[in-house]
C-alpha cells in the first residue's frame, strides 16, 4: 500500500502507541486518537522524535459515551479527510460495573459501539480514499463469550473476565456483518488477535491484581502486539481479505460462538439503534 493516513485509537499506550511507532517508522501519517490530551500529546512527541516523522497527529476524545465518538468521527472527517486506515485498537477489561451516559455499560460501549460507530460514520471517507482497510484489535478469549441481547449492553450480566469476553464477541459479530455489507467496495475490515501482550489491561488492585502483575512478566511486550495489527493495516499480502479473523499473522476459522446469524443481526439492529445511525 501507499503511504497511508491511519487512524489508531488508544494509540498513546500499550499495544496503539506501539502501532502508531511502527506505522510512523513505515512513513506512514499517523492520527492517534487519546482520551488523555496531555498522555496523548507525549506520545505523539516521542513517536515523531523516535521516528524521525513529523506526521504524527493527536486528536483528544473520550470513547465511553455514543455522543463522544461521534464527535472524534466528526473530527476525524474534517482535519484528515485522506484517512484510509481506521484501526480499532483501544479496549478495556472492566474491573468493576459502570453505567455509562447512555446507560450502557461501559466495556460494551468501548470494545463494541466505539468501534462500530467510527467505522460507520468514516466509511464514505474510507471509500473514497480506496483501497483502505479497518482493523478490529480483538482477543483470542472471545471464544468464551456468551452475549445476551437483553443483558450485555446495560451490564445486567456483568461479570470482569465474561463481560470482557462477551464485548469483544460482539465486536466479532460486528465484523462479520460490516464486512458482508461492504463487500467489493475497496474498503476491507478484519479482527485480530495480538498475541498475549504485557499492557495495563486488566489491571486491578487486591490478590488478584498482584497475580496478574506477577504473570504479565513472561508476557510478550506491545511491540510484538503491534506487530500483527501493522501487517492488516498496510501489508499488500492481506489486501483484499475481508470479514476474517487472525490468531497473530495466522487466519482462523470462528469459533462456534460467533456463528449465530440471528444474534448477529438483532445485535446490529440494536447498535444502530442505540446509536442513532443507519448504514446499508
Given amino acids: 500500500m501507499k503511504s497511508n ?7 498513546n499506550a500499550g499495544i496503539g502507541r506501539a502501532i502508531a511507532t511502527e506505522l510512523a517508522r513505515q512513513r506512514h501519517h499517523v492520527v492517534i486518537v487519546s482520551r488523555n490530551a ?21 486528536i483528544e476524545g473520550d ?12 473530527k476525524i472527517i474534517k482535519n484528515f479527510p485522506d484517512v484510509s486506515v481506521l484501526i480499532n485498537n483501544a479496549g478495556i477489561w472492566p474491573q468493576k460495573l459502570e453505567i455509562n451516559s447512555d446507560g450502557l455499560e461501559m466495556a460494551f460501549m468501548v470494545n463494541h459501539m466505539a468501534p462500530l460507530i467510527l467505522s460507520i460514520m468514516l466509511y464514505k ?55 458482508h455489507i461492504i463487500e467489493n467496495s475497496g474498503v476491507t475490515i478484519n479482527a485480530v ?11 486491578s488492585s ?17 511491540e510484538y502486539g503491534a506487530q500483527a495489527p501493522v501487517w ?29 446469524t440471528s444474534l448477529r443481526e438483532k445485535l446490529w439492529d440494536l447498535s444502530l439503534q442505540l446509536a442513532s445511525l443507519t448504514f446499508k
Fill in 232 to 260: 492488516l493495516a498496510v501489508s499488500p499480502d492481506v489486501e483484499n481479505i475481508n470479514g476474517k479473523f487472525f490468531d497473530r499473522f495466522t487466519q482462523k476459522p470462528y469459533a462456534k460462538n460467533a456463528l449465530d
Fill in 38 to 58: 496531555a498522555k496523548g500529546k507525549e506520545a505523539c512527541d516521542t513517536i515523531k522524535k523516535d521516528t524521525g516523522n513529523p506526521r504524527v497527529d493527536l
Fill in 125 to 179: 471517507q474510507l471509500k473514497k480514499n480506496k483501497p483502505s482497510r479497518i482493523v478490529n484489535v480483538n482477543a483470542g478469549l472471545y471464544v468464551f463469550g456468551n452475549v445476551d441481547i437483553e443483558k450485555t449492553p446495560y451490564g445486567k450480566d456483568f461479570g470482569k473476565l465474561s463481560t470482557y469476553t462477551n464485548t469483544k464477541l460482539c465486536n466479532i459479530y460486528f465484523t462479520q456483518k460490516f464486512s
Fill in 5 to 11: 493516513t491511519i487512524v489508531v485509537t488508544g494509540g
Fill in 63 to 74: 470513547l465511553g459515551s455514543i455522543q463522544s465518538v461521534k464527535s472524534i468521527a466528526q
Fill in 206 to 222: 487486591g490478590i488478584m491484581g498482584l497475580l496478574l502483575r506477577i504473570l504479565k512478566r513472561a508476557w510478550a511486550e506491545p
Fill in 193 to 203: 488477535h495480538p498475541g498475549v501482550i504485557r499492557t495495563n489491561l486488566g489491571d
